[in-house]
Each structure stands twice: as structure tokens, then as C-alpha cells.
């Protein structure tokens, strides 16, 4: 039994931010039914990095684990018949369509929760379901830029500092899982399905609580610094230092400590709040040049001995390899039918009764389709009659 067996979702988003929601409910226990057309998901087609496996690619894999897939024609009105049928018994609906293409397809919040009241639609957009930009571009990048965040980081006269993930993809995605847990937690105690709207801007700009309430309470302008510092509202040193062989991360030290670490006098004198700032371009660049000395093992190791926050600057190869990683099981290992062997991260919270699970991998196209609509009620000719008319694909 896991926490959410028995609730059914019918997922029908696409990309990251959707699949990525839809997946983590599957992974505590949800029937995740992937609702897609007959040529397959958009993600099925775009393969990040180039790398595509042998039947999925590697994106779609690591967004579609315990899912079904029911790969049917919703432009179709056989096929928009069968999805409402779905959505009777249905406890979460997820799309992240672009505006107006819900109620253009019949399925809006409107339209099924009249069919389920007690249905929960997760509703998904760019910038919001209505206003000004409702119907531009929702791209990762594209709103990391909008967001303000690039500019928290870097140097002054340099470009903007992108994330080095899909991060706002990822943000939206949680906020998502979020608002679906706490609406089927709502619909324990009263009974009633909602409507729940996540937007992608929201979401970015509000995991940036506090930098955004330092600028509009705090009053504090988002300054970059000379220096390569790694946050325009930390003090110095905060950043990334190279070293002999390589680069460490340095945060925060308290200067009197680090000034004798590092021989440099100067720093004894100085006080961690106000000179943090006021001199943290100088700060920054006796750290940077005193660093060079030494390899990162070295100084690490120097200043873990002395307690000062410092760390490795790791690539993928590093981090897959890492002690923590392998003793947390950060990593999942499964079989695929098409793919073989898949290593990826899991489901990173940990439940003492009721642990998350992997029951499958992503399916192929339509690969359920025949045992969903047999669950749902129709006969085999009836089957046979939908996939002969390319109302409904089923994976051979």
C-alpha cells in the first residue's frame, strides 16, 4: 500500500513541468494514466542532449515512470467521448495547454468538474491563465530570464547567468505535486474537487522569497559585483574559487578566521557584516588569488578542519559517484523493456510506511491503451473498431 494507491490521474500535459508533476504522484502510488496523441507526446520527439535510447528518449524516460499510456485522438469525438468517460472516476486531471486550447477540446474545469465534482484540475500556464502575457512562450529559459534571478548572480559587465537545470520547469513541477497533495488532502475532509492554477512565473519568483523581500522591504538593490560573487545579496567571500587543480566553493567565512588561514592581515580588522560588503571585491580577489596556492583536496581539507563552509565543484561523473549519494540511494536502478537498465535520481522524500515506488518505466506509445479502455468498460470488437479507425493507437 503506498499513500496515494487508489487515486487515479489522468495526466494529460506535456514537456517537463506536467510529466515531471504527474510522475511524482505516480511514484506515491498513483494509477498515472498518460493521455496522449496517437503520434505520442511532444517530449517523445525532442531528446535533450541528443540522447534518444533505442525505442523513448532519455528526456521522456526520466519524466514518465509509473504511467500508463493511453494514446487516443481527443480531436476525434470517439476520442473526446472516452476521456470523458475517464474523468468519472478520475480523481486529479493535469494539463498545462496553452490558453484556450481546454475549452476548445471540451475539457476545461467547467466542463468536468460538472461531469466529477469531486475532480481536482490541475490547470498549468506560462504566466498565468489570463492577463497580459497569457499567451506567450512558457519556456524555461525564457521565464529565468524574466525572473530576475539572472542578474543575482555573476559579475558586473558580464552576461546573465543562466541555471545550469531546467529550473523553473522543475520549480512549477513541485509546486504542481504541491497543490494537487493539498487539494486531495482538502477533498478528504469536505468532499469537494477545485480548481488549482500554477503558472511558471509565480512559481519562479516566489522561491526567490527572500532575495525578492531584501529589494522591496529591505530596500536593497540587486548590485552585481565586480568579482565573479555568486549571489548579489550575500557577503563576501561567497562564490566559486579555482584552486591548483580545479575549483572549490567558499561561503561566507568569517574573515578574522580566514585572514589567518590565508595570511592575510587585512581581513583581521574587518568586520563579517559591514566589510562583507563594502569591500567585497577586495575580498573576493585576495581569496581568488590566494587559492591558486593549493589544490582543492588541500584546501578543503583546511578548511573543514577549521569549520569553514567549503566545497568540491562537482560535474555529473562526480556526483553519480559520490558516497552521500550512494548511501542516501539517490539513484533508482530498474529494468526497462526497450531500454534495459535505467539509473536515475528517485523520489528524494522518504516515508518510514508508506515508501515511494517504481512499478514501471515510461511506456511506449499507447502501449496501455487496450487494458485502460478495457477497464473502462468497452469489449474487445469496440477496441479493435478504435484502433482500426485511428481514433485510439495501441502499441504492438
Not at 50 to 69: C, D, E
Not at 286 to 309: G, H, N, Q, Y
Not at 368 to 379: A, C, K, N
Amino acid at each position: 500500500m503506498n499513500i496515494l494507491s487508489g487515486i487515479r490521474v489522468l495526466d494529460c500535459s506535456i514537456a517537463m513541468a506536467g510529466p515531471f508533476a504527474a510522475q511524482r504522484l505516480g511514484d506515491l502510488g498513483a494509477d498515472v494514466i498518460k493521455v496522449e496523441p496517437i503520434t505520442g507526446e511532444w517530449q517523445r520527439h525532442a531528446a535533450a542532449g541528443g540522447a534518444t535510447g533505442n525505442q523513448i528518449n532519455v528526456s521522456f524516460l526520466s519524466l514518465n515512470r509509473n504511467k500508463r499510456s493511453l494514446a487516443v485522438d481527443l480531436k476525434a469525438p470517439e476520442g473526446k467521448a472516452l476521456l470523458v468517460e475517464m474523468v468519472k472516476t478520475a480523481d486529479v486531471f493535469l494539463q498545462n495547454y496553452r490558453p484556450g486550447v481546454a475549452e476548445r477540446l471540451g475539457v476545461d474545469y467547467a466542463t468536468l468538474s460538472a461531469i466529477n465534482p469531486r475532480l481536482i484540475y490541475i490547470s498549468m500556464s506560462g504566466y498565468g491563465e489570463d492577463g497580459p502575457y497569457r499567451l506567450y512562450p512558457g519556456q524555461d529559459l525564457l521565464l529565468q530570464g524574466m525572473s530576475g534571478a539572472m542578474l543575482s548572480t555573476g559579475a558586473e559587465g558580464q552576461p546573465p547567468s543562466p541555471a545550469g537545470q531546467y529550473l523553473v520547469d522543475a520549480v512549477t513541477a513541485y509546486s504542481a505535486f504541491e497543490g494537487a497533495l493539498a487539494a486531495l488532502f482538502h477533498r478528504e475532509r469536505t468532499g469537494e474537487g477545485q480548481l488549482v492554477q500554477i503558472n511558471m512565473l509565480d512559481a519562479i519568483a516566489t522561491i526567490q522569497m527572500q532575495e525578492l523581500s531584501v529589494f522591496t522591504v529591505g530596500g536593497k538593490p540587486q548590485a552585481r559585483s565586480t568579482e565573479a560573487h555568486a549571489h548579489s545579496y550575500i557577503r563576501a567571500p561567497y562564490g566559486v574559487f579555482e584552486t591548483k587543480d580545479g575549483y572549490i566553493t567558499l561561503a561566507m567565512a568569517p574573515l578574522a578566521k580566514l585572514g589567518e588561514l590565508l595570511d592575510e592581515p587585512a581581513f583581521a580588522g574587518m568586520d563579517d557584516q559591514t566589510h562583507g560588503w563594502t569591500e567585497r571585491d577586495a575580498i573576493f580577489a585576495a581569496v581568488k588569488a590566494r587559492l591558486l596556492t593549493a589544490t582543492s583536496a588541500e584546501w578543503l581539507e583546511r578548511f573543514r578542519t577549521a569549520d569553514i563552509w567549503a566545497g568540491p565543484v562537482y560535474g555529473y561523473a562526480d556526483l553519480v559517484d559520490d558516497p552521500q549519494i550512494r548511501h542516501n540511494g539517490t539513484f533508482v536502478e530498474y529494468d526497462h523493456p526497450t531500454e534495459g537498465r535505467v539509473k536515475t535520481p528517485g523520489f528524494p522524500i522518504r516515508f518510514s510506511k508508506t515508501p515511494s515506488r517504481i512499478d514501471r518505466g515510461a511506456p511506449l506509445v499507447g502501449e496501455h491503451s487496450r487494458e485502460v479502455l478495457t477497464e473502462l468498460g468497452l469489449d474487445r470488437d469496440a477496441i479493435d473498431r478504435l484502433v482500426e479507425s485511428g481514433v485510439v493507437r495501441q502499441h504492438a
